[in-house]
Each structure stands twice: as C-alpha cells, then as structure tokens.
C-alpha cells in the first residue's frame, strides 16, 4: 500500500484497472458467479439443464458452503471467510439450470474479499457502495443523518450547529428566568 501512495494519479490508475481485470479474470474462473451487498452475499452456481431440486445437495452451515448434485464430486465446497446467519440464508433453483444461493451476513459492516477461503481474493477497498435514499433508513438513522448534514451545512456557512443554536436557546431562556443574575463575564461551554 506505501508503494500505491507514491504513485502518479494516472499510475494509481493504471494499476487500479490491471488489479480489476486480474480479479475479473481470477472470479471468471470460479464455478459460480457472486455479487455484494453490506448485509448479504448472492451466489449464482450454474447446474446442468434440466436439474431438478431432489438432484442437488446443498449445504449451508455458520462457516461453510457446498454445492452439488447427488452422486458427483461437489461443485463448490469450503470454507466460508465469514460466519452467516444459517436460519435467514436461503437456496433455490431456478429455471432448472441455476442454483441461487443467498447468505445473510452475520457482520453486516464489512465487505467480503471472498465467498470461499481458498478462492481469489477481491480488493474490499474499491467496492463502491450504492447511494441510498434517505426515505429507505429507519427514523432514527434518517434522523440522525438529516442532522449531521444540517449540521455540516451549516458549518461551512460559518453559523452554529443545532446542538450550539439549542445551549443558546437554553441559555437565553436561563437568563430570561434571572434577569438578577449578570452573564456578562460568563464562559459557557
């Protein structure tokens, strides 16, 4: 990573799109196909056609995934990198020639490098979240984030927060309530 930091913007990213296409060709020769998101994982293992349900052998354990069609070496097996909820982690098949498979994180705040620990790592560092609206968080967060963007906005407008505007108010009202009281020389913090 120091040797990264010394590189040219236009070397970064050089380098950026050769690590891309290395991880693009290392993914392309796995059994399945996977995509992200911070909650859950979604594997797509392609099966035969016409493979039907009682054909597969699914596994779907805390630390470890299988896939495979009964009587035939395993299409994938190993370990996971991270642990999953097994109870809100599901498979189906779909269109008799894929199994999808998907994995609920139990750590729902890192990304995965991989889905099995003995397959190419991907770099977590250049995953590019999608933007979330505010009307998909719960109230509380959406509160909080509505906030802290108040709260930035006015910053750099030079004006006070809403946490200093209500120590005024409270201050103001203080000394409304003891007009006998001098602030004058007063440090409120």
């Given at each position: 990573m120091d040797d990264y930091d010394k590189l040219t913007p236009e070397e970064r990213e050089k380098k950026d799109r050769e690590d891309r296409?290395?991880?693009r060709q290392e993914q392309a020769t796995l059994p399945y196909s996977w995509t992200q998101e911070l909650s859950d994982v979604d594997v797509t293992v392609p099966v035969p056609p016409g493979t039907r349900g009682r054909d597969l052998v699914v596994e779907i354990k805390k630390k470890r995934l299988s896939v495979g069609l009964k009587g035939q070496p395993k299409i994938l097996e190993g370990e996971l990198c991270k642990e999953i909820k097994v109870e809100d982690s599901t498979w189906t098949l779909e269109d008799n020639k894929l199994v999808l498979i998907h994995l609920e994180k139990l750590n729902k705040q890192t990304w995965?490098?991989?889905?099995?620990?003995?397959?190419?790592?991907?770099?977590?560092?250049?995953?590019?979240?999608?933007?979330?609206?505010?009307?998909?968080?719960?109230?509380?967060?959406?509160?909080?984030?509505?906030?802290?963007?108040?709260?930035?906005?006015?910053?750099?407008?030079?004006?006070?927060?809403?946490?200093?505007?209500?120590?005024?108010?409270?201050?103001?009202?203080?000394?409304?309530?003891?007009?006998?009281?001098?602030?004058?020389?007063?440090?409120?913090?």
């Open positions: 296409e290395r991880e995965w490098e991989n889905v099995l620990t003995h397959h190419p790592k991907i770099d977590t560092t250049k995953i590019v979240p999608p933007n979330s609206s505010l009307s998909e968080l719960d109230g509380e967060t959406r509160g909080m984030v509505e906030k802290m963007m108040y709260d930035n906005q006015q910053k750099q407008m030079g004006k006070p927060t809403s946490d200093e505007q209500k120590k005024a108010e409270a201050l103001a009202k203080f000394q409304a309530a003891h007009p006998e009281l001098d602030f004058s020389n007063a440090k409120i913090s």
